[in-house]
């Protein structure tokens, strides 16, 4: 590529660490699909919301949340860890929050700021499941109820709104682990494949054919990779369906060996 070659061991080292940097990315990827990362920061942020401490009680509002029809059947439930789904929108959120604060019975038409405006008064709500409302919890969800005028619609959107906030919050929390999965990654693949970076240069000074050859390849990648942070986000949506994909077919094949050994 260049002629100086202190500058083509250079070209040559960064190269050979980006293509250990995509190695380590995928495989941290992996890793965050299958522990259901996304859905264990959702439910972390979730509950940080609708639940004044982190006792694990069921009868916390965030437990309730998550037995509602429209939030449980989101969740993938192949595998214990990730349950809970990885994404909701906020009309998703606003819906369900305003759902529980109704509770059932109401008719088509029937207005909804009496039976919002009894659960607050209760600091209680009864559907899906029975919950109390947490004194913080309480408060902030009163204020806005009170900042919209008892009107359903604007108290949707401050829901929503306040939704957004978090959702940014939860995307520092998601990047900082995921950055933490990075680090020891990186390290497992610096032990596994002896990444010496003095031993890498030596032999890139000292081998001119080594050099040149990397040089051709990081060559010849650009060339074939003119948007590899687009491609980088395919592999990883594609390796996230693929799990998916695998556990839907594992826990098929033990609903159906377990349907077997009933039958016998």
């Not at 060339?223 to 592999?235: C, F, R, S, V, Y």
């Amino acid at each position: 590529m260049f002629n100086n070659i202190a500058l083509n061991v250079v070209v040559a080292l960064v190269f050979i660490y980006l293509l250990y940097s995509l190695l380590g990315t995928l495989i941290q990827e992996i890793i965050a699909t299958n522990i259901g990362l996304r859905g264990i920061m959702l439910k972390k942020a979730i509950k940080r919301m609708l639940d004044d401490d982190k006792d694990s009680s069921t009868h916390k509002l965030s437990a309730s949340f998550y037995k509602h029809p429209l939030i449980k059947y989101l969740g993938d439930g192949s595998w214990p860890l990730n349950k809970k789904p990885a994404y909701i929108d906020r009309q998703t959120f606003s819906k369900v929050i305003i759902d529980m604060l109704r509770g059932p019975g109401l008719k088509p038409g029937d207005p909804l700021s009496q039976p919002i405006q009894s659960s607050l008064d209760n600091k209680k709500v009864d559907w899906p499941s029975s919950a109390n409302i947490d004194k913080e919890t309480w408060s902030y969800l009163n204020s806005i109820w009170i900042d919209a005028e008892g009107d359903a619609q604007k108290f949707k959107v401050f829901l929503e709104q306040w939704f957004d906030e978090m959702m940014e919050r939860v995307s520092g929390w998601y990047k900082k682990y995921t950055q933490l999965i990075l680090l020891f990654v990186g390290l497992a693949i610096a032990i596994v494949f002896n990444v010496d970076t003095l031993q890498i240069v030596s032999v890139l000074q000292n081998n001119p054919a080594v050099r040149d050859q990397v040089i051709t390849q990081a060559n010849t990648f650009v060339k074939n990779h003119p948007n590899l942070d687009a491609e980088i986000a395919q592999t990883q949506a594609k390796i996230k369906t693929e799990v998916l994909l695998a556990r839907k077919d594992s826990l098929q094949q033990i609903l159906k060996e377990d349907t077997t050994v009933k039958i016998c």
